[in-house]
């Protein structure tokens, strides 16, 4: 047995050097800086992929709001160090509170809705966020956009090329997926799970529901925040034409093709996704057909997403290897 | 514009937004899930109907006719593709498929009828005085049209044998098919009917605007807002949510501010929640559901 793991575990250990030496040497393998931007843009989708999951995955409240919250903290950034002269880790970290305070209070509020009541209160949100976001020219720039805005600078080091980029955001999406590992086994995560299996019996254990669901939508208002004030950085540019509704539809999609049942399913979704659309890119103008299609396609022959059916066919294989050794 | 004409234009309005709205509860109380792409048909039906209309030559009334006969059989199809086979699954997963569909119908109508916005005759043309105000003709066909079509489904569903056999699959599927009813013919039947619906709102709005493929999300959008209003699972509560969200749209784009339209429909719906978190109509579906 004993053995058997360890010989697994060097595999393992070798897949992950692998693609590791892979990841890091994206931006010397990448051709163009467009490239280098593409996979900086799948890497922040992930980041609000895996908020979706928190809200979904975990804790099973679907909220149409995500890219709206991406958006507060991308605007959150944009005016603090336009305006307010911080500087962008500052607002970065302003941005990550500011998001996750108003997720907090407005989940507060929406939460005493169930289910499909405070999923349509969520799209209430996003146009409501979004007709801000369009109209409200003094902070957002209205219908002209928000630009300017400066780029990070950490100890004297500026970041400017996309390559420094794609190093800044690797860092902050391992960080973050460790911490969601943590909060994966916690004890608040296995809240999130009680009351996506069975809100009431989680009553019964005595789970606040009201109280946990909030702290769920804050958790990925807080990821939003960070991944909007990563977006608003990188691209210097906001235009209120990104933070949509459609969007958010993407992000459900996104995290319902991945699969739900781990954060892994927000990478492979989120990051897959936004690749591929790069890929499909010469086909432009069937591109939005094909992507529809798909999600049909896959949806009847994989409704847990990949994760999911990669599990159970994992699980099938495992069987029949077993059946035949003889063991059960 | 002045009171009545913007009364007018708001209930018209409205009453697509709930057509589109009642088919989405049909839809929901039959298979339990939200059809995402119904806006989308929406936007669809105006193109189908524009290709007759503009591009053959027909007379409205009979595009009309063949549109909403051509969308009820898309209804039929989209039921065996996104629907059917996932039956079994999660909701999400249902779910997600009914948005791949609207996704599919968008780009489909853009590739084939072009981004450029589009226009087609109305079924009333021109318009009509009534003192201090001009009502347009389509308004009022709308109005007329959607009274004798929710007539007819109320007839439909209360009186005759089909909608029993329509409201029994809708409360219990299995127990539906003990007693022997075809649940696959049943449910064919309400997307055929839903579907159709959602062909006659889009082939009575999108003469008074441009068609473009946006119309599917606003709609679609506004719908929710309609059905959540009215109380969700209900279909009185969808039309008359759908009315509200006309008169709020008309109405408070013209006295409070035309930018924040949209935004202010759901401010509307918020306050509703505040103060009736089950709708004006919620009752006994939105514990079953």
Redesign the interface.
């Known amino acids: 047995m004993k053995n058997k793991l360890t010989k697994k575990n060097i595999v393992l250990i070798a897949v992950g050097v692998l693609i590791a030496a892979l990841v890091l040497n994206i931006p010397y393998i990448a051709t163009s800086n467009y490239m280098i931007r593409v996979v900086n843009m799948s890497m922040i989708t992930y980041l609000v992929v895996l908020s979706v999951y928190v809200l979904?995955g975990m804790c099973g409240q679907?909220s149409f709001a995500q890219a709206g919250l991406w958006g507060v903290g991308a605007y959150v950034t944009a005016n603090l160090t336009t305006k307010f002269e911080f500087s962008p880790i500052a607002a970065t970290l302003v941005s990550i509170l500011a998001t996750a305070l108003f997720a907090f209070i407005i989940g507060f509020a929406l939460f005493?809705?169930r289910?499909?009541?405070f999923t349509?209160?969520t799209?209430?949100?996003m146009?409501?966020l979004n007709?801000?976001f369009?109209?409200w020219t003094p902070v957002t720039g209205g219908a002209m956009g928000f630009s300017g805005i400066p780029t990070y600078s950490l100890l004297g080091f500026k970041f400017r090329t996309e390559a420094e980029y794609f190093y800044l955001i690797l860092g902050v999406i391992i960080i973050v997926s460790i911490l969601m590992n943590i909060l994966y086994k916690s004890s608040l995560g296995r809240s999130f799970m009680a009351i996506r299996d069975n809100e009431l019996a989680a009553n019964c254990l005595g789970i606040n529901s009201l109280l946990t669901k909030s702290i769920s939508f804050a958790i990925s208002g807080a990821l939003c925040g960070l991944a909007g004030a990563l977006y608003a950085s990188m691209s210097g540019y906001l235009s209120s034409s990104t933070f949509t509704?459609?969007q958010s539809?993407l992000y459900?999609?996104m995290i319902?093709?991945g699969g739900?049942i781990s954060p892994a399913g927000a990478l492979i979704g989120g990051v897959g996704i936004t690749l591929l659309q790069e890929l499909l890119r010469p086909l432009e103008?069937?591109?939005?057909?094909i992507?529809?299609?798909?999600?049909?396609i896959?949806?009847?022959f994989q409704?847990?997403g990949i994760l999911g059916g990669g599990k159970a066919f994992y699980a099938k294989l495992r069987k029949k290897q077993q059946s035949r050794i003889g063991t059960k | 514009m002045n009171n009545l004409q913007l009364l007018v234009s708001g209930v018209a309005l409205g009453i697509v937004y709930g057509l589109v709205a009642m088919g989405m509860v049909l839809i929901f109380r039959t298979v339990g899930v939200m059809n995402f792409a119904q806006g989308n048909f929406l936007m669809f039906s105006g193109y189908v109907c524009y290709q007759f209309n503009q591009k053959i030559g027909l007379p409205m009334a009979i595009s009309m006719f063949i549109t909403i006969i051509i969308m009820g059989l898309m209804g039929i199809l989209f039921q065996k593709v996104a629907y059917w086979p996932l039956r079994n699954a999660p909701s999400k997963a249902i779910v997600v498929s009914t948005m791949g569909a609207a996704f599919v119908l968008q780009e489909g109508a853009r590739i084939i009828w072009g981004a450029v916005p589009l226009s087609m005759d109305r079924l009333i043309p021109g318009s009509v005085k009534l003192g201090s105000s001009v009502l347009q003709g389509q308004y009022i066909a709308i109005i007329i049209v959607s009274a004798i079509l929710m007539a007819f489904i109320y007839f439909l569903l209360e009186k005759t044998r089909i909608g029993s056999i329509m409201q029994a699959t809708a409360q219990d599927q299995y127990m539906a098919s003990l007693v022997g009813i075809s649940v696959k013919k049943s449910v064919a039947l309400t997307f055929f009917l839903s579907i159709a619906i959602a062909g006659i709102a889009g082939t009575l709005m999108t003469p008074i605007f441009f068609i473009t493929t946006g119309v599917g999300t606003t709609s679609s959008v506004k719908a929710f807002a309609a059905i959540v209003i009215g109380g969700f699972g209900s279909i009185p509560g969808a039309i008359i949510g759908g009315i509200i969200v006309g008169l709020v749209e008309a109405f408070g784009g013209t006295y409070i501010s035309s930018t924040y339209q949209l935004a202010l429909i759901y401010v509307v719906l918020i306050l509703v929640l505040i103060f009736r978190p089950q709708g004006l109509f919620g009752g006994k579906i939105q514990e079953k559901a």
């Open positions: 979904l679907n005493r809705l289910e499909f009541y349509f209160s799209i209430g949100l146009v409501i007709s801000l369009l109209n509704y459609n539809t459900l999609v319902m093709l739900t103008n069937y591109m939005l057909l992507f529809g299609a798909g999600i049909m896959m949806m009847i409704p847990e």
